[in-house]
């Protein structure tokens, strides 16, 4: 589980939330420390650091992802039922689609731009507005150090000839 939340898509949302009710390999006791905790634990904890644009509770609760899921698993199986039934719409953060799942398991993907979602406001993790994306500059990086480097060859070429 510590992989999933780094692979944002339909797919591992479908895979997470049936982990969801998956109490295989719970700890008998309540709060173990040591991280023994059952997989619906887990689940809960990687759709919490999957980068859901609009989860279902706060992502800083000062607790860590796996603790959280013992207090907050109720509500990510309520969430999981609306998007797996298709009431509920996802989105993931630095993606501009949501994604809408179908009776079937498909899903249906709408491109989110502001012409077709009224005042959307792009925003982070965080929250905040996302800042402009600035230009990529590492071209011209490799483009000044492939001159330098050629002049440089050239100067100690002419400096040895001069030389010898």
């Known amino acids: 589980m510590d992989t999933m939340h780094h692979l944002p898509s339909p797919e591992m949302l479908q895979l997470l939330g049936r982990y969801l009710y998956d109490e295989r390999d719970k700890s008998p006791k309540e709060f173990d420390y040591l991280g023994a905790s059952s997989n619906s634990d887990y689940a809960c904890g990687a759709l919490l650091q ?24 109720d509500l990510w199986q309520l969430w999981w039922e609306q998007v797996q039934a298709g009431t509920r719409s996802f989105s993931f953060v630095g993606q501009d689609v949501e994604y809408r799942f179908k009776k079937d398991g498909t899903w249906i993907t709408t491109p989110l731009t502001s012409k077709t979602v009224p005042g959307h406001n792009k925003s982070n993790a965080t929250g905040l507005p996302e800042q402009p994306a600035q230009q990529d500059r590492r071209p011209w990086y490799w483009l000044i150090g492939i001159i330098l480097i050629t002049a440089t060859g050239l100067l100690w ?8």
Request: glycine residues 16%.
């Open 50 to 73: 999957i980068g859901l644009k609009n989860p279902p509770l706060p992502r800083q609760t000062g607790r860590g992802p796996v603790e959280g899921a013992m207090y907050d698993k």
């Open 157 to 164: 070429q002419k400096r040895k000839s001069a030389l010898g």
